[in-house]
T-cell receptor, first 112, second 117 residues
Framework: GENVEQHPSTLSVQEGDSAVIKCTYS??????FPWYKQELGKRPQLIID?????GEKKDQRIAVTLNKTAKHFSLHITETQPEDSAVYFC???????????FGSGTKLNVKP | GAVVSQHPSWVICKSGTSVKIECRSL??????MFWYRQFPKQSLMLMAT?????????EQGVEKDKFLINHASLTLSTLTVTSAHPEDSSFYIC?????????????FGEGSRLTVL
């Protein structure tokens, strides 16, 4: 099956700084890559996703980049705010969405 | 957005007993639901894919006889942990996506904390 690796496991940044979380995947057939945010005590929620036919996608302060050749993708959060503090998960799936494999998570702490 | 409800949210049982966890999609139908086990260090490990009207597909290393999955309707999947042992203590979370959409967004249940004494 697919193997998704995520780094770093914890990340601490000052409010206003940028945060970058990186993931790699092993199955070249994977072509859909979502990112989920899980706040403390809450369920994971989708924040952004990217399909393999594009290299970058932005949504306000959040962006995701994808390098298919290297099989890695990254989440970029700019101008971080304390409410961005949460655990972030990357995932990989195929176009039929019949399985989703998650990375191990990154605990982001934004210090005010 | 779509809502997935999981029950119970927490359960304590004695070693050797069986525990059933339900996952319901409240406002959409799902032909497929996913069961994950979330470990203390955060990772979401895919255990199995629950398929409506057919057998579940299990990930390598997951015992199908221990973790029984049933997906009897388009809105309900159940996970039964049979003959539970302390090492089965964990947080189990389900997810689903509406089969009528072409997006990949998963909607998660609130999770079930299992403690086996």
């Amino acid at each position: 099956g697919e193997n998704v690796e995520q780094h770093p496991s914890t990340l601490s940044v000052q409010e206003g700084d940028s945060a970058v979380i990186k993931c790699t995947y092993s199955d070249s057939a994977s072509n859909y890559f979502p990112w989920y945010k899980q706040e403390l005590g809450k369920r994971p929620q989708l924040i952004i996703d990217i399909r393999s036919n594009v290299g970058e996608k932005k949504d306000q302060r959040i962006a995701v980049t994808l390098n298919k050749t290297a099989k890695h993708f990254s989440l970029h959060i700019t101008e971080t705010q304390p409410e961005d503090s949460a655990v972030y998960f990357c995932a990989a799936s195929k176009v039929n969405f019949n399985k989703f494999y998650f990375g191990s998570g990154t605990k982001l702490n934004v210090k005010p | 957005g779509a809502v997935v409800s999981q029950h119970p949210s927490w359960v304590i049982c004695k070693s050797g007993t069986s525990v059933k966890i339900e996952c319901r999609s409240l406002d959409f139908q799902a032909t497929t639901m996913f069961w994950y086990r979330q470990f203390p260090k955060q990772s979401l490990m895919l255990m199995a894919t629950s398929n409506e009207g057919s057998k579940a597909t299990y990930e390598q290393g997951v015992e199908k006889d221990k973790f029984l999955i049933n997906h009897a309707s388009l809105t309900l999947s159940t996970l039964t942990v049979t003959s539970a042992h302390p090492e089965d203590s964990s947080f189990y979370i389900c997810s689903a996506r509406p089969f009528t959409t072409n997006t990949g967004e998963l909607f998660f249940g609130e999770g079930s904390r299992l403690t086996v004494l």
